[in-house]
């Protein structure tokens, strides 16, 4: 299995992957912790740096790029000095952003963690601030952006939505481009509107989001997210879903198949999450695109996932890591 697997991989190199979604800057100020202030009870830092990363939609772009694939990320950006710092991550990772809009008034969403810690010690986030585009993005701007989507399709072996509950994705475009491209792959994530994507080809939820798409189950066992699992196969008129379930690894749902669990990859000592089902996302898509059957697309996405959960922020996997965590 590990030798099918890692001949998938090998094959990501070849795939072409149109992104649409919220493309967010993740800004990351590390502090070293002070003193409490003689003004207020409030912890006194110094800063000592700071770094961005492509976050969002940006962060599954990132995956599919180290993983060797060519993304092609397909959303809004503002006219502001974020938007310049995006482009700058895309461009410095050579990364085409001629299917990005620059929508006037659209604030590009900077989301800041501020980390502090000793000299030897490591460093706890302790505050993250949001800046997020309020203001609805106009008309115009989102005839281009469909446009922008349409072309970078027409050279995409595959479509992955990547909607964060920002304006970038529209479930009703989404059910035009199925008619206008009815062969096409797509793989989606949503946070809380999964169900308005109805023919999607596979859907990729976690836990919390399938508890809230079914308010009426417990969810005091297994059998619970089993039957959801399946609801939401049916519902979707999806070919798999892709469960994801933390520490408790997935479940995979096939039409016309058993669903099969698959275990946590590595230990379950995770160091932190984020990112990781955007990472998640990204191996799914690029092992679909590659020919792999479902049921292998979600373990080579799990064992991602398990490289990601053991490092700090939003990590995206290398092709030569996940080759030889298959060995």
């Known amino acids: 299995m590990r030798t099918s697997l890692a001949s998938i991989v090998s094959r990501f190199r070849l795939r072409r992957v149109a992104v649409w979604g919220d493309l967010i800057l993740d800004q990351y100020v590390f502090t070293s912790a002070g003193r409490v202030s003689r003004e207020a009870p409030v912890l006194v830092t110094e800063l000592e740096r700071h770094e961005y990363r492509l976050g969002g939609a940006g962060n599954v ?8 694939a060519t993304p092609l990320p397909v959303g809004f950006v503002g006219r502001d000095a974020s938007g310049e710092v995006l482009r700058g991550l895309l461009r410095e990772q050579g990364i085409a952003a001629d299917h990005l ?12 963690r501020i980390l502090a810690g000793g000299d030897n010690t490591r ?77 999607a080809v596979v859907a990729t939820p976690n ?9 009426g189950r417990r969810f ?38 058993r669903p099969a669990a698959l275990d946590i990859h590595g230990t379950a000592q995770i160091v932190d999450v984020t990112g990781a089902g955007d990472t998640v996302l990204a191996v799914a898509a690029l092992g679909l695109a590659g020919g792999a059957p479902l049921l292998e697309a979600a373990r080579l996405a799990n ?16 092709r030569r890591e996940l080759q030889d965590a298959l060995r």
Do not use: W
């Open 101 to 112: 809009v620059a929508a006037d008034g659209y604030a590009t969403p900077l989301k800041s």
């Open 61 to 68: 772009v990132m995956n599919l790029r180290t993983l060797g």
């Open 303 to 318: 064992v991602a996932g398990g490289i990601v959960v053991m490092h700090e922020g939003a990590y995206p996997v290398r």
């Open 123 to 199: 460093k706890q986030q302790i505050l993250r601030i949001d800046t997020l585009a309020r203001a609805p993005v106009e008309e115009r701007a989102r005839r281009r952006l469909a446009r922008a989507l349409r072309a970078a399709l027409e050279s995409s072996d595959a479509l992955v939505v990547s909607d964060y509950l920002g304006q970038a994705v529209a479930p009703a475009l989404f059910q035009s481009l199925r008619r206008e491209f009815p062969g096409a792959l797509s793989v989606v994530d949503s946070r809380r509107r999964l169900l308005e994507f109805p023919g």
């Open 207 to 215: 836990e919390p989001e399938v508890k809230e798409l079914f308010p």
């Open 220 to 257: 005091a066992d297994d059998d619970d997210f089993l039957a959801a699992g399946g609801e939401l196969l049916e519902r979707l008129g999806a070919r798999g879903v892709i469960l994801k379930r933390g520490h408790r690894g997935m479940l995979v749902f096939e039409r016309g198949r």
